[in-house]
């Protein structure tokens, strides 16, 4: 399994910035898929970037492309995950986590949407975005 440590978050006005950062540790694999879902409440847990730190090409929810950039950055064994999140708007109002699917290379949030249950999650992050 992989360890995830999350930081980051927190409230911001809409139209404001956030940035959310994912520690990811203790994986056999070399490369895997890594990234974030959010679930709001009453709604089901969502993929909304992901990429695979192999070669670090992200895919992104309809919902979000445009405003939120994911970055993988390789530290000796450890991967630095992050989400930076630009013009936020209430919608994006959720708990944020940080996700790895290891044994998997095709990452995109569609695919990663179906492998929910293979997935290593970090703690999550309440991101709140007020009007």
């Known amino acids: 399994h992989v360890q995830l440590v999350e930081s980051g978050g927190g409230s911001v006005q809409a139209g404001g910035s956030l940035r959310l950062s994912c520690t990811a540790s203790g994986s056999e694999y070399s490369n895997y898929c890594l990234g974030w879902f959010r679930q709001a409440p009453g709604k089901e847990r969502e993929a909304v970037a992901v990429?695979?730190?192999?070669?670090?090409?992200?895919?992104?929810a309809d919902s979000v492309k445009g405003r939120l950039t994911l970055t993988n950055i390789k530290v000796d064994l450890k991967n630095e995950l992050y989400l930076q999140m630009d013009s936020l708007n209430p919608n994006d109002t959720a708990m944020y986590y940080c996700a790895a699917r290891t044994g998997w290379a095709i990452c995109t949030t569609q695919t990663m949407s179906r492998q929910i249950k293979y997935i290593d999650w970090g703690q999550g992050t309440q991101v709140t975005v007020s009007s």
């Open positions: 990429l695979y730190s192999g070669d670090g090409r992200p895919s992104y």
